[in-house]
């Protein structure tokens, strides 16, 4: 069993940075991907950004790359989403997931958190 407790959202401005933080526990975190999701009111949920457990690899969406940047801390069982240069359109709720990172990718996670709001006014 993995839980997943998101943190580090709240309201900025456009061209703002936020750094989002996913606390896991359990004793196989370090042996899943980690990555994050969002969704928007009245939208579909939509993979961002993830991170392979055993390559370190990471995938980003083409609307946050070269923007955000995912990143883990196994000594803190901590995941990390960097946001940098904030557009409002990037407003959603942010969820953190664990999985295979082929299922990751497919949208598909083993584990999922409750979440944390982003809001970017422009």
């Known amino acids: 069993q993995v839980q997943l407790v998101e943190s580090g959202g709240g309201l900025v401005q456009a061209g703002d940075s936020l750094r989002l933080s996913c606390a896991a526990s359990g004793r196989t975190f370090n042996s899943y991907s980690m990555g994050w999701f969002r969704q928007a009111p009245g939208k579909d949920r939509e993979f961002v950004a993830a991170r392979g457990w055993s390559t370190g690899n990471t995938y980003a969406a083409d609307s946050v790359k070269g923007r955000f940047t995912v990143s883990r801390d196994n000594a803190k069982n901590t995941v990390y989403l960097q946001m940098n240069s904030l557009k409002p359109e990037d407003t959603a709720v942010y969820y953190c997931?664990?999985?295979?990172?082929?299922?990751?990718?497919?949208?598909?996670?083993?584990?999922w958190g409750q979440g944390t709001q982003v809001t970017v006014s422009s």
């Open positions: 997931a664990a999985g295979g990172i082929s299922r990751l990718l497919k949208g598909e996670y083993d584990y």
